[in-house]
């Protein structure tokens, strides 16, 4: 198994930026994929960004060339750069791991707070 630890959350003001980490531990060769999601209250939870193991990324549309998923592989460190952030964006992010076996791997999460 995996396990993931984010950090990095907090309170901003509308147009700030802010870096989440989400440090891995475990079994890291079963990660096929890591990423970052987010769920505010009474909403789904749901997709910001996404890289594979291979460097591939994925972004939700409303990301809008706003944040940028990397990596840190030495690190075993995924970071989530959010840039030109909105209230709408106030929500806990949550980092994944997607691991051989269909196994998923949840972090606690992180709150944002974005102000207007």
């Known amino acids: 198994q995996v396990q993931l630890v984010e950090s990095g959350g907090g309170l901003v003001q509308a147009g700030g930026s802010l870096r989440l980490s989400c440090a891995a531990s475990?079994?890291?060769?079963?990660?096929?994929?890591m990423g970052w999601y987010r769920q505010a209250p009474g909403k789904q939870r749901e997709l910001v960004a996404e890289?594979?193991?291979?460097?591939?990324?994925n972004y939700a549309n409303f990301v809008n060339g706003r944040f940028t998923i990397s990596r840190a592989s030495a690190e075993n460190t995924v970071y989530l750069q959010m840039n030109s952030l909105k209230s709408e964006d106030t929500a806990v992010y949550y980092c994944?791991?997607?691991?051989?076996?269909?196994?998923?791997?949840w972090g606690q999460g992180t709150q944002v707070t974005v102000s207007s």
């Open positions: 994944n791991a997607d691991l051989i076996l269909d196994i998923t791997s």
């Open positions: 890289i594979t193991r291979g460097g591939i990324t």
């Open positions: 475990g079994s890291i060769a079963m990660i096929k994929a």
